[in-house]
T-cell receptor, first 111, second 113 residues
Framework: GNSVTQMEGPVTLSEEAFLTINCTYT??????LFWYVQYPGEGLQLLLK?????DKGSNKGFEATYRKETTSFHLEKGSVQVSDSAVYFC??????????FGGGTRLMVKP | ETGVTQTPRHLVMGMTNKKSLKCEQH?????MYWYKQSAKKPLELMFV???????ENNSVPSRFSPECPNSSHLFLHLHTLQPEDSALYLC????????????FGPGTRLTVT
């Protein structure tokens, strides 16, 4: 079956630091890949997505590139802010199957 | 209203109470989902509805009873819950089951006393 593996958190960074959250996946076909973000006390929000190999998803300064050769979709941001503190979920979906989530990575950004 | 809305946002209930959670989506989607999010546990898919028909029930106890009267509304009826059912209950929708991204509501924080 499909699976998504994320680095365990928490990830603690100082403001303006560079962020990378690793995500690797296992799928039988050609999935679409997503990053969701969950701020404290809220639901999950779609942050970005990529639907085919070599696509780059981007939003709010965050980026992730669909790497089929390494089955990865790592999330990056060049300069994090305190307001980016949240839990980040990597996920995939293949046609006809349910969305598969990683376990989530908590990011804490200190001023 | 836009997106996916859920009411109430917070709910405290005793183990003998009966209550319902409501979800409404304004996105024109045909699939709706209930998830349970507990502290330090992965997100758990509970139920899936596609075009008002239940297509998935992931071994959820019968004290949770879903209802989907139309493609825009989803309910979760609760009765005789246990303290371990305390969690954040999230509703989501997508264009169709198993297709594309899902859009989530803000969740209902449920506490069972």
């Amino acid at each position: 079956g499909n699976s998504v593996t994320q680095m365990e958190g928490p990830v603690t960074l100082s403001e303006e630091a560079f962020l990378t959250i690793n995500c690797t996946y296992t799928a039988t076909g050609y999935p679409s890949l997503f990053w969701y973000v969950q701020y404290p006390g809220e639901g999950l929000q779609l942050l970005l997505k990529a639907t085919k190999a070599d696509d780059k998803g981007s939003n709010k300064g965050f980026e992730a590139t669909y790497r089929k050769e390494t089955t990865s979709f790592h999330l990056e941001k060049g300069s994090v802010q305190v307001s980016d503190s949240a839990v980040y979920f990597c996920a995939l979906v293949e046609a006809g199957n349910m969305l598969t989530f990683g376990g989530g990575t908590r990011l804490m950004v200190k001023p | 209203e836009t997106g996916v809305t859920q009411t109430p946002r917070h709910l405290v209930m005793g183990m003998t109470n009966k209550k319902s959670l409501k979800c409404e989506q304004h996105l024109g989607h045909n699939a709706m989902y209930w998830y349970k999010q507990s502290a330090k546990k992965p997100l758990e898919l509970m139920f899936v509805y596609n075009f008002k028909e239940q297509t998935e029930n992931n071994s959820v106890p019968s004290r949770f009873s879903p209802e989907c009267p139309n493609s825009s509304h989803l309910f979760l009826h609760l009765h005789t819950l246990q303290p371990e059912d305390s969690a954040l209950y999230l509703c989501a929708s997508s264009q169709a089951s198993g297709a594309g991204e899902q859009y989530f509501g803000p969740g209902t924080r449920l506490t069972v006393t």
